[in-house]
């Protein structure tokens, strides 16, 4: 399995630019999970997602911020407008939950974003 | 809410010596994940536990998840410079059906050859 793949690696843009992050799950996994680490705030979860349906959104910071996953096999987190505080890097994963799995959260290689 | 409080934040050591590092929770978890996270990458799973009492290995690595449920531990081995990085532990509330990790702040690990 190739994992959980995540694009952009490197976005750098300019304020108030649009941001759009994408990943792809591990195929066969329900749930989808996004987070943001920065240095002052670590790893903090922004939304997840339960067979395609948002389920949590309580992290995500402002309006500006929002996430789709129109399939099982893909999932977008956006930034409108974005500021220079969005500056961090946004990992996604994925997981299977439920009887006889492992609950196990397996993480992209994650999108550095700089908002210049 | 939920939270993990993980201990030290940082360490700096010598190669060859054995590490340390815990993470305790004022709830109740029924799986602890060990994490580790290379510069630049997303953090890689190392251990799972899901037993109270749990004691797991992979390698020079060793966890285990603590009998009332609300800690758990990671001992590296004969550290090498290869195990730099930041190590995270993570609690999952089997009794929410979430799916959702709580995670804790990460100990920094830096070895000196």
């Known amino acids: 399995d190739a994992g959980v793949i995540q694009s952009p690696r490197h976005e750098v843009t300019e304020m108030g630019q649009e941001v759009t992050l994408r990943c792809k799950p591990i195929s066969g996994h329900d749930y989808l999970f996004w987070y943001r680490q920065t240095m002052m705030r670590g790893l903090e979860l922004l939304i997840y997602?339960?067979?395609?349906?948002?389920?949590?959104d309580s992290g995500m910071p402002e309006d500006r911020f929002s996430a789709k996953m129109p399939n099982a096999s893909f999932s977008t987190l956006k930034i409108q407008p974005s500021e220079p505080r969005d500056s961090a890097v946004y990992f996604c994963a994925s997981s299977r939950q439920g009887r006889g799995a492992k609950n196990i959260q397996y993480f992209g290689a994650g999108t550095r974003l700089s908002v210049l | 809410g939920q939270q993990l409080n993980q201990s030290p934040q940082s360490m700096f050591i010598q190669e060859g010596e054995d590490v340390s590092m815990n993470c305790t929770s004022s709830?109740?978890?029924?799986?602890w994940l060990w994490y580790k996270q290379d510069p630049g990458e997303g953090p890689v799973l190392l251990i799972a536990l899901y037993k109270a009492g749990e004691l797991t290995s992979n390698g020079r690595l060793t966890a285990q998840f603590g009998i009332t449920r609300k800690d758990s531990f990671l001992n590296i081995s004969a550290s090498i410079p290869s195990d730099v990085g930041i190590y995270f532990c993570a609690g999952l509330d089997g009794s929410s059906n979430t799916g959702k990790l709580i995670f804790g702040q990460g100990t920094t690990l830096q070895v000196k050859p």
């Open positions: 997602f339960n067979n395609n349906v948002p389920i949590d």
């Open positions: 709830s109740i978890f029924n799986t």
